[in-house]
């Protein structure tokens, strides 16, 4: 694989087939990259029922002679501060998705960025000390399509901290990034270190 410059434009025979090779499947990377933001859901949601809002159970008033209709409890849901039928309660939103289809689509989904000639290589090396400037300017040489993803490795911290304050520039590990983060990019940077990383990851 040819050595891009710090942060240069790469064409897809500089990229290893093994990555970037496989045919675009849109219904897996679909359910995968749904399965992902899925997954990113809180979750925490939750509205009282009628059994847990702070109000008695007792009867409103008496059943006959006051002139007005009946009336039970006033913590029903059709009443004002009753509780909520069926509302929301938290709950996980995970969908499952087997390992090998997760593989298949993010190799798809680098592969789309490989065909567009949106994947760059970078030399994290190049980043000595943090600079947002400098990491600006090499996005502004490289003509990167914003959003812009970059995956780096966990130990790479003066880059990350070069390219987290860049607006539409989203920095993510090697280790948690997803199809969804993938596909969402317009164009994609992805260290060295990183790289060698995915191949082991997705081989």
Not at 18 to 42: I, K, N
Not at 54 to 82: D, E, F, H, I, N
Not at 140 to 159: D, F, M, N, Q, S
């Amino acid at each position: 694989m040819a050595k891009a410059p710090v942060l240069g434009k790469t064409t897809k025979a500089d990229l290893p087939q093994e990555l970037f090779a496989e045919p675009f499947h849109h219904s897996l990377v679909y359910e995968t990259a749904r399965a992902d933001l899925a997954s990113r859901r809180r979750g925490t949601a939750s509205t009282l029922t009628r059994g847990e809002v702070s109000m008695t159970g007792a009867k409103a008033w008496r059943q006959k002679g006051s002139g007005r209709a009946r009336a039970g409890t006033l913590g029903v849901p059709s009443r004002y501060g009753g509780g909520v039928a069926f509302g929301p309660k938290p709950r996980h939103y995970n969908l499952k998705v087997n390992r090998k289809a997760r593989r298949k689509a993010m190799r798809a989904a680098l592969s789309v960025h490989a065909e567009r000639g949106s994947v760059a290589i970078l030399d994290a090396g190049a980043f000595e000390a943090p600079s947002t400037k400098a990491a600006a300017a090499t996005l502004k040489k490289w003509g990167a399509r914003l959003p812009t993803l970059l995956v780096l490795e966990a130990e790479e911290t003066a880059v990350l901290k070069s390219f987290r304050n860049i607006p539409r520039v989203t920095v993510v590990e090697v280790g948690a990034v997803a199809v969804a983060d993938v596909i969402g990019a317009a164009s994609i940077a992805i260290s060295e270190g990183a790289l060698e990383k995915l191949r082991e990851r997705l081989s």
